[in-house]
């Protein structure tokens, strides 16, 4: 009889051991898969499409989504009227017209990308791989600033991106947002419009407006939003070629115009902080 209870006991034991045991494996199988979904999530979080358009910023991944502006996107300042109404009807962010000329020269391969400045229309295309893994798909076209031709001219030629600052030194006390590093001896930077300080309100006047002129000290300046497009897109190593042609015929996504009581902030920088344009 006691062994016919102590064997019960065993059992119930057993019973209650393993349910336990399943309890936990349920658990932490939640757990982990919990764990991967944040991972992800956070993966996610790196690259920057839940707060922007596809046409501000896109990462190859990412190619199928839509091209028109969310009514998100649009700027609540009345001030900033044309920043919403900007956004382009027809980008070219989603191109795959084949290059026409051959400014696709000795490319290595190894970026997903290849930049062609076309000093001519003052526009900077990147080229995607395409199926062959060549640069033949036009996926994304800029309005930019070269050197001014007869003081300072942007010398053409297959450069690098050699490194990438934050704040880059344009020169003597003017700064370039989100700049690549192309030429260190020719003090090169594809950038921002200059800044007076390392600050996001204190864009030098006129730089802005003068984009898609040739009036840079030498440098390629751009808008903050296409600015960082290329700084967070184009990894070091990528191929910069500068050629005095005209670019393909593609729209730009055009500027926004600026604001005076909105000082020197760059109506495109949605990503500083306080920035009016973006209230």
Request: include cysteine.
């Amino acid at each position: 009889m006691y062994k016919k209870k102590n064997d019960a006991k065993k059992i119930a034991v057993a019973a209650i051991s393993l349910c336990i045991v399943v309890a936990s494996l349920s658990v932490f199988t939640v757990m982990v898969y919990n764990g991967k979904r944040n991972f992800n999530d956070k993966l996610l979080d790196t690259i920057p499409m839940g707060d922007v358009t596809y046409s501000d910023y896109v990462s190859p991944s990412n190619q199928s989504l839509p091209s028109e502006t969310s009514p998100s996107e649009s700027v609540s300042s009345q001030d900033a009227a044309g920043s919403a109404e900007s956004a382009p009807n027809d980008t070219s962010s989603a191109a795959t017209e084949p290059v026409k000329e051959n400014f696709i020269l000795n490319p290595d391969y190894k970026s997903e990308f290849y930049l062609v400045v076309y000093k001519e229309s003052q526009t900077i295309v990147a080229y995607q791989k395409d199926a062959n893994g060549e640069y033949t798909k036009s996926f994304h076209c800029m309005q930019c600033s070269t050197g001014a031709p007869d003081t300072t001219p942007t010398k053409e030629g297959v450069y690098r991106i050699e490194r990438k600052e934050k704040w880059a030194t344009l020169a003597e006390k003017q700064y370039g947002q989100y700049g690549c590093l192309i030429s260190k001896e020719e003090n090169y930077y594809i950038s921002s419009v200059p800044y007076s300080k390392k600050t996001a309100w204190t864009m030098i006047d006129g730089g802005y407006e003068n984009i898609g002129k040739p009036v840079s000290g030498g440098g390629i300046q751009l808008c903050a939003r296409d600015a960082y497009w290329i700084y967070f897109n184009m990894p070091k190593g990528t191929q910069v070629n500068v050629v005095n042609a005209t670019g393909p015929d593609f729209k730009t996504q055009s500027l926004p115009k600026r604001v005076k009581k909105n000082g020197g902030w760059d109506p495109t920088d949605k990503r500083a902080n306080g920035n009016p344009y973006f209230d």
